[in-house]
């Protein structure tokens, strides 16, 4: 069975600061790598995408990939109470399917 | 503007009344799935299409059934409900590999929270 894990959280930081969010996944062979954001009541909304190892940004966002690791962290830089929300990652595996994971619930305090 | 739509956003049915959940998406995409949502469970796919007339089963698809006649409808079959399929569920659609884009690039729509008695 293929997986992808993360933190379920919650994690809190302060506003301003850096949130990094890990997730890992057990098929070798996966190639593309998501970070979809869903708040409370809400349908999940795709903010990320990565597939090649290295960093990828996009405004206060960094996506990271290490496939030699089956990591993928996401970055968010100067953490607003806007994004407090839960934030999945989603492998697509060899297979051709999409795998998510459970989630982790993030929280920012002003 | 580009959307997914489902229907009904909300239902409560009884055990055994069949049920029919509509998806439609006018984003001309060839990928499309249904995903259940459940507390401590995360989303778990259920069925998924890569164009029309063709089906596979996700991970949890026993008690649904879906068809794909059109590109763009893709309504998900509860024939005799259950209430172990009380959960949110939620429609997605995508450009395909074939577009030189990754099918886990998904559109969702609002989300149909169903509850069986």
């Known amino acids: 069975q293929k997986e992808v894990e993360q933190n379920s959280g919650p994690l809190s930081v302060p506003e301003g600061a850096i949130a990094s969010l890990n997730c890992t996944y057990s098929?070798?062979?996966?190639?593309?790598f998501f970070w979809y954001r869903q708040y409370s009541g809400k349908s999940p909304e795709l903010i990320m995408f990565?597939?090649?190892?290295g960093d990828k940004e996009d405004g206060r966002f960094t996506a990271q990939l290490n496939k030699a690791s089956q990591y993928v962290s996401l970055l968010i830089r100067d953490s607003q109470p806007s994004d407090s929300a839960t934030y999945l990652c989603?492998?697509?595996?060899?297979?051709?399917?999409?795998?998510f994971g459970k989630g982790t619930k993030l929280s920012v305090k002003p | 503007e580009a959307q997914v739509t489902q229907n009904p956003r909300y239902l409560i049915t009884v055990t055994g009344k069949k049920l029919t959940v509509t998806c439609s998406q006018n984003?001309?995409?060839?990928?499309m799935s249904w995903y259940r949502q459940d507390p401590g469970l995360g989303l778990r796919q259920i069925y998924y299409s890569m164009n029309v007339e063709v089906t596979d089963k996700g991970d949890v698809p026993e008690g649904y059934k879906v068809s794909r006649k059109e590109k763009r409808n893709f309504p998900l079959i509860l024939e005799s409900p259950s209430p172990n399929q009380t959960s949110l569920y939620f429609c997605a659609s995508s450009l395909s590999r074939t577009s030189g884009r990754s099918i886990g690039e998904l559109f969702f729509g609002e989300g149909s929270r169903l509850t069986v008695l």
């Open positions: 984003m001309n995409h060839e990928y």
């Open positions: 989603a492998v697509g595996g060899s297979q051709g399917n999409l795998i």
């Open positions: 990565i597939y090649s190892n």
């Open positions: 098929d070798r062979g996966s190639q593309s």
